[in-house]
T-cell receptor, first 115, second 112 residues
Framework: DVKVTQSSRYLVKRTGEKVFLECVQD?????MFWYRQDPGLGLRLIYF???????EKGDIPEGYSVSREKKERFSLILESASTNQTSMYLC??????????????FGDGTRLSIL | DAKTTQPPSMDCAEGRAANLPCNHS???????VYWYRQIHSQGPQYIIH???NNETNEMASLIITEDRKSSTLILPHATLRDTAVYYC?????????????FGSGTQLTVLP
């Protein structure tokens, strides 16, 4: 089975802190994604990566950065946390390059609260 | 991606088959049908996907009509842990690194 592991299920941080969310997948997938999910807004893509050291902005990259130094690990960084970044953060991975029908597999999510 | 329509909610008795419908009348020839579910406060879980043939895995079966305008996800023996929101998504393989978008889905409640 595909396993996508997020480092924390729940996290509480303070405004202005630098926050690191870690994600590891064990299926040698090329693609990795960071989403946030908010009530009434659905899934929104923050960043994705289709290869090591490669990254692309999603719909809402402002206030976030990412790092992919190894194929299995994709980190999301909140440079200076703000209260409007309180959300459920979801990491996903998928196989394939170019045109692929392979599904995305998600982690259990990190519920982040910024006080 | 083609638009999908699902009933907002369904109930199913524990141990019975749960049949979740999805309409996708504008589906294109190269678009796949995917099913995910999301249990409250957890990440979405991939269930199954298919193009035109019926598919079965350890979790569920996917039945796609011959004209591909609708499909049904079947959970053969529903348990209380299958209570979740189920999402039907239609998308083409236009590059795997592409955002996934969920609609409003079907809230399935499995009753004891």
């Amino acid at each position: 089975d595909v396993k996508v592991t997020q480092s924390s299920r729940y996290l509480v941080k303070r405004t202005g802190e630098k926050v690191f969310l870690e994600c590891v997948q064990d299926m040698d997938h090329e693609n990795m994604f960071w989403y946030r999910q908010d009530p009434g807004l659905g899934l929104r893509l923050i960043y994705f990566s289709y290869d090591v050291k490669m990254k692309e902005k999603g719909d809402i990259p402002e206030g976030y950065s990412v790092s992919r130094e190894k194929k299995e690990r994709f980190s999301l960084i909140l440079e200076s946390a703000s209260t409007n970044q309180t959300s459920m953060y979801l990491c996903a991975s998928s196989a394939g390059t170019g045109y692929s029908n392979q599904p995305q597999h998600f982690g259990d999510g990190t519920r982040l609260s910024i006080l | 991606d083609a638009k999908t329509t699902q009933p907002p909610s369904m109930d199913c008795a524990e141990g019975r088959a749960a049949n979740l419908p999805c309409n996708h009348s504008t589906i294109s020839g190269n678009e796949y049908v995917y099913w995910y579910r999301q249990i409250h406060s957890q990440g979405p879980q991939y269930i199954i996907h298919g193009l035109k043939n019926n598919e079965t895995n350890e979790m569920a079966s996917l039945i796609i009509t011959e004209d591909r305008k609708s499909s049904t996800l079947i959970l053969p023996h529903a348990t209380l842990r299958d209570t979740a929101v189920y999402y039907c998504i239609v998308r083409a393989p236009r590059g795997s690194a592409r955002q996934l978008t969920f609609g409003s889905g079907t809230q399935l409640t499995v009753l004891p």
